[in-house]
């Protein structure tokens, strides 16, 4: 007889886990990138909605590349035995497999890589999920300001481990748009979904309602032609083993 498999990851720990929120507004000049107006706004609507899902949420604004590792890498380094998942959400610019520290550039790959089973060893058989407000290239799509860079090396960011999880904000190549007053049309949607159905969807449903609103829902509306009348649809890479339920 078959054991029987619930294909759900386990949520039955004293703390459902931590969410650290990564928001780089302001930049150093040498790296040519503007002020990301708005992005408070972002930052304040994730705190709320992931502390009411019961996570512990710790928000850094405005880090260097080595104040991003170094915090990622300590939290990695934390003891997670009693916590059911770990969520980390980043704000910035970025380009194709990179985000922007205040001072420069980093791979993706290098951040997600401090919570494989190697360094986090708490953390194994349990969701990782990274939330990632950034563009992926310099594409528009035809179908305000964005979250753009100038990088042109494209790096492969898949996560090569199981129970790992990025929801971008936007597909490979392409801008990702921010509202300066409102915040991203990404952040909008995915706390406006996860306020209405964080308790009742499982994760990957959350994710789909999410890419609907942003693609539906949403309209670049700008006075230079290039700019105008431009869409967006967030993307999901997932290595997820079981359904999740916050």
């Not at 990622?72 to 380094?77: D, F, N, R, S």
């Not at 770990?86 to 910035?92: E, G, P, T």
């Not at 993706?108 to 990632?132: E, N, R």
């Not at 904000?169 to 949607?189: A, I, L």
Request: proline share 4%; with cysteine.
């Amino acid at each position: 007889m078959e054991p029987i498999v619930s294909y759900k990851y386990e949520t039955a720990y004293p703390s459902i886990g931590q969410c650290i929120i990564i928001n780089n507004k302001n930049f150093l000049q040498k790296t040519g990138m503007p002020s990301r107006k708005g992005t408070e706004k972002d930052g304040e609507n994730l705190k709320k909605t992931f502390e009411d899902l019961g996570y512990k949420v710790k928000v850094f604004n405005d880090q260097t590349c080595n104040q991003i590792e170094s915090c990622l890498l300590a939290v990695a380094q934390e003891d997670h035995s009693k916590e059911a998942s770990f969520v980390c959400v980043l704000l910035s610019h970025g380009d194709e497999g990179v985000l922007y520290g205040t001072d420069g550039c980093i791979t993706m790959k290098k951040l997600t890589s401090f919570f494989g089973a190697d360094y986090c060893t708490t953390l194994v058989g349990k969701p990782k999920m990274f939330f990632i407000q950034a563009c992926r290239g310099s594409g528009l799509d035809a179908g305000i300001e964005a979250d753009s860079a100038e990088e042109e090396t494209h790096y492969n960011d898949f996560p090569e481990e199981p129970d790992f999880l990025y929801a971008y904000s936007t597909v490979p190549g392409y801008y990702s748009w921010r509202n300066t007053s409102m915040g991203s049309w990404f952040v909008q949607s995915l706390c406006c979904v996860l306020g209405k159905y964080g308790k009742e969807l499982e994760l990957m449903k959350i994710l789909t309602r999410v890419n609907y609103k942003v693609a539906l829902g949403f309209e670049s509306c700008s006075g230079t032609p290039a700019l105008n009348a431009k869409k967006q649809i967030p993307s999901i890479a997932s290595t997820l083993t079981n359904e999740f339920y916050f």
